[in-house]
């Protein structure tokens, strides 16, 4: 192992040799199919991980069942501290595994670090909520009684994690799980396993410390048959998923056919929308940071913008200037805005969605290619690029499909109204963002007839969401809220309770039945 590497996962107490266990429920074992990290800027194997085997996957559920039920009766307060403690924790390692993000998914140091910020911010959160997840009183219409709506705990949540945020994604699902009085048992991506242990490994500790079942936070490493195992027991109330819309479609069908709930985390195909008004000198480093920023692999990445017509020369002249002073390299070292995409299979995807559009007539203003020279040749680099395909029809294939890379595709519009009829015209609704200082534009946007995605931003990029608005998206994104707003209703069961404090037992809608 390089030095490197060696030295990030040390500091988070990870075996730098061997194999290592990727399942823990209470107690650290694995002996399933071996699984590699590789690391995507050198191509170097950080480590070989044991993943669930099928008896592995099924006590780990039981033992998250028997977690649950312990844990359901602590106060929720005293849950809230825990969570406090886990806070500390990730706090005193927020360097360290902000690298570690670095090294296994590839983004460039700071947005790792802020992965980990964004996971210190949701416990904050969690803490907060622990004493404040009310439920209510309703009136009654009859004498002598009240209703009551009480949130209790759900059960066991499963949380099933992409590759591009292997931390913070899991935060937002753990910190309200286990303030909801859950046990939450957790998949990651099966090539970011080494954040999840290490994150794991510092949740457990705090959990033990306090003497709470291990299994409160669960982790069953594994690829597909691991992820369908949870997604097909029965005995995982709420599952919460992140990923391709073509997986979100099966996992949203078979939950649904068991009767559980789920929260989707779907594809983005992100708009941001420039009116001639625009302050310029804000809007165009924020698209960069939007479709450039963590190579492109954000759910909330800028994949398209609409440019008014007076704008887009100056804008795109802007734009360009960025884009060409961009410096790919080692996401680890400071002052790389560029790391490599997280995987082989990715560059494919960049390659031949940029062939598709060279194909289909349209203009490749800058980018278009891997890198190829040393030492970028043995990481996962692209360039970003930007392209004006030949029709602005927001149906065509190119403006309806997500490429999960920095690729960010231009169309010039006339009228307000048009832009935002392109951004609503795709099949997913994720983020969106206009740039203007006129508020006739602002109420239009955020209002019946404007943007349809879950998350509508004004003088604000498509990405970088804060921890305390719900996050979330609508139509193929899916549906379900993570993270802030009123997202912890979903992670409780609601239970509407009549209750008669009175001598008689009148029916409501004064119904008579009297023998
Ligand atoms: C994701 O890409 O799945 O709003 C999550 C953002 C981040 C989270 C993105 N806070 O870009």
Not at 314 to 336: A, M, N
Not at 410 to 417: P, W
Request: charged residues 20%; hydrophobic residues 40%.
């Amino acid at each position: 192992l390089s030095t490197r590497a060696s030295g990030i996962l040390t500091s988070l107490g990870i075996p730098t040799s061997g194999e290592i266990s990727g399942v823990y429920d209470g107690q650290w074992r694995g002996s399933g199919d071996l699984m590699k990290s590789v690391c995507p800027t050198t191509g170097e194997v950080l480590a070989r991980v044991k993943t669930a085997s099928p008896t592995e996957l099924h006590d780990a559920l039981e033992r998250s069942r028997e977690a649950y039920v312990h844990f359901r009766d602590i106060p929720a307060p005293r849950r809230g501290e825990i969570i406090r403690e886990i806070r500390e924790a990730l706090a005193s390692k927020r360097d360290d595994l902000g690298a570690l993000i670095s090294l296994e998914m590839g983004k460039i140091r700071t947005e790792g670090v802020g992965e980990v910020q964004e996971f210190v911010d949701i416990c904050d959160y969690a803490v907060g909520l622990s004493r404040m997840m009310n439920g209510s009183v309703v009136a009654s219409e009859r004498p002598g009684h009240t209703i009551l709506e009480v949130p209790n705990p759900l059960g066991v949540v499963a949380v099933l994690s992409a590759f591009n945020f292997p931390v913070a994604v899991y935060g937002w699902n753990l910190a309200l799980s286990m303030a909801a009085g859950n046990a939450t048992i957790w998949k990651p991506s099966p090539t970011t396993p080494l954040c999840a242990i290490a994150v794991t490994k510092i949740v457990a500790g705090v959990l033990e410390k306090n003497g709470i079942p291990g299994a409160v936070a669960s982790l069953v490493t594994g690829d597909k048959d691991t992820g369908v195992g949870l997604v097909e027991s029965r005995d995982v109330e709420l599952v919460s998923f992140t990923g391709s819309e073509a997986v979100g479609r099966s996992v949203g069908k078979v939950v649904a056919s068991r009767f559980g709930k789920t929260i989707l985390e779907l594809g983005g195909n992100n708009a941001s929308i420039i009116m001639p008004d625009a302050d310029l000198s804000l809007a165009v480093p924020a698209v960069f940071f939007g479709a450039v920023g963590t190579a492109g692999q954000r759910c909330t990445s800028t994949r398209r913008l609409y440019l008014h017509k007076q704008v887009a020369p100056e804008f795109l002249e802007r734009l360009q200037r960025l884009y060409k002073s961009v410096k790919p390299g080692d996401p680890l070292v400071d002052g790389t805005l560029l790391g490599p995409l997280h995987s082989r299979t990715a560059c494919d995807t960049y390659d031949n969605a940029v062939q598709y559009l060279r194909n289909s007539g349209a203009e490749i203003l800058t980018g278009g290619s891997q890198y190829s020279e040393a030492p970028l040749h043995l990481g996962n680099f692209v360039q970003p690029t930007i392209s004006i395909p030949k029709t602005a029809d927001p149906e065509d294939y190119i403006w309806k499909t997500e490429t999960f890379a920095p690729i960010l595709n231009v169309a010039v519009f006339d009228q307000l109204e048009e832009a935002i009829d392109w951004n609503n015209r795709v099949p997913q609704g994720l983020s969106s963002s206009l740039w203007t200082r006129d508020v006739r534009n602002i109420g239009k946007w955020v209002g019946p007839s404007g943007s349809d995605t879950g998350i509508v931003n004004v003088n604000v990029g498509t990405s970088g969401a804060e921890i305390g608005a719900a996050f979330g998206g609508n139509k193929s994104t899916g549906w379900g809220r993570e993270s802030g707003g009123d997202s912890w209703k979903q992670y409780v069961r609601w239970s509407a309770c009549t209750i008669n404090f009175s001598d008689k037992a009148p029916l409501a809608q004064g119904v008579n039945f009297q023998a």
